[in-house]
């Protein structure tokens, strides 16, 4: 027990090294109890995990709308841009001249 607890202090940050050390002693002292508290411990942090993942996929939606209407304005003000363009005009009379001409 003695390393066990010379190792759980190399690995922990000092604040959670008496934790660590109360559980131990409890798993030793009423195995059954610290069973259960694991398994709901393992469920808190299931539950933490699934809404994180849920937060984040959130934010992950949130960020495609928002490109994507950022994209379509672009595209809206580039098509807008050409269909006023002296470009696209010459284009319009090169090909009426074409037309004429065949």
């Known amino acids: 027990m003695h ?3 010379n190792e759980v202090n190399l690995a ?3 604040q959670e090294v008496p934790l660590v050390n109360i559980f131990l002693e409890g798993v030793k002292s ?3 109890r610290a069973q ?3 398994l709901m411990s393992a469920y808190a942090f299931g ?3 699934v809404n994180l993942k849920a937060a984040l996929a959130k934010e992950v939606d ?3 709308q928002k490109k994507t209407k950022e994209i379509d304005a672009t595209r809206v003000e ?3 841009s050409f269909r006023t363009s002296e470009e696209l005009k010459n284009y319009i009379l090169d ?3 074409d037309e004429q001409i065949y």
Do not use: C, G, I, N
Request: aromatic residues 4%; hydrophobic residues 30%; without cysteine.
């Open 30 to 32: 009423d195995p059954e």
């Open 36 to 38: 259960k508290t694991s």
């Open 47 to 49: 539950e933490m995990y």
């Open 78 to 80: 580039a098509v807008e």
């Open 12 to 14: 922990m940050h000092q």
């Open 95 to 97: 090909r009426l001249v």
């Open 62 to 64: 949130e960020l495609k």
């Open 3 to 5: 390393q066990q607890k």
